[in-house]
């Protein structure tokens, strides 16, 4: 039997993201749906790099592609609940970064559920594999936390 790691914590995260929950994120079971926790991810990981202009979805020359994605599930979470989500890199490589995502609900110090993507970069043209621009490799350091991964 594989030893499964304790929840992280807030400190374990470089930066936070504010989310709100809505009505229809609950399940029939009366809590978040586990689709919901993987939007967040998403929109924590895209809002982070949208909001510093790193990132143009619509027309910028280089997208990161979803390669590999995983969630660790602790606790709880749903509607009213605010989730604040701490983000943090734990591999920066030439093309390909791994995202680390913690979902605190409330003030909670401890994550409620902790999920990864995997993006590698790309040319937006041509979809290939494109090195890390310099803005975005520079930027993506300030997340990096030893231990992480």
């Known amino acids: 039997m594989t030893h499964r790691p304790p929840p992280g914590r ?17 399940d029939v ?16 990981v895209n809002g982070w790099l949208i909001d510093r202009g790193l990132l143009d ?7 990161g592609l979803v390669a590999e994605t995983g969630c ?3 606790g709880e979470m749903g509607y009213p609940d605010r989730i604040s989500a701490g983000l943090r890199v734990a591999r920066l490589g030439s093309s390909s970064v791994r995202y680390e995502v913690g979902l605190f609900r409330n003030d909670d110090d401890t ?3 902790e999920g990864f993507f995997v993006h590698v970069y790309v040319d937006a043209a041509t979809r290939r594999p494109a090195p890390l621009s310099p803005a975005l490799r520079a930027a993506l350091e300030t997340l990096v936390r030893p231990g992480a991964g």
């Open 10 to 26: 807030r400190a374990d995260y470089a930066a936070f993201v504010a989310h709100t929950t809505r009505w229809n994120d609950n």
């Open 29 to 44: 079971y009366g809590h978040l749906n586990n689709v919901v926790h993987y939007a967040l991810f998403d929109s924590t």
């Open 57 to 63: 979805p619509v027309g910028g020359a280089q997208i």
């Open 72 to 74: 660790r599930y602790h």
């Open 111 to 113: 994550a409620a559920a």
